[in-house]
């Protein structure tokens, strides 16, 4: 197992609009993408967020190499209980997921 962000060659996140984040997660070569792709399930990243797994998006896509999750953001942008304005943040976290 290893943590995410050591498999692939970017982990990013940003704001999707005031209610939304987007992760992208840039893989590099075929074979880290169909790793991501197989061993990065739903649910888990789900639970990781703390999202309801309803809500989260995924997007493959194999050609770029490129896993893309969007979520709702936790509070609107830039409103008093936003900790995070830009959504940078996230990408640290999504890079500690283990992939088998």
Known sequence: MAELGQIVEKVRSKNAGP???TVD?????????????????TQ???????TPVQTLKRFDM?????V??????PAVQGTVNDRDMHGAALAALVAEINIP
């Open 62 to 66: 194999e050609d770029l190499r490129v």
């Open 44 to 50: 888990a990243v789900a639970r990781f967020l703390d």
């Open 25 to 41: 997660i840039f893989c590099g070569s075929p074979e880290a993408y169909a790793r991501v792709r197989d061993g990065l399930e």
């Open 68 to 73: 893309k999750l969007s979520l709702p953001r």
């Open 19 to 21: 209610f939304w984040l």
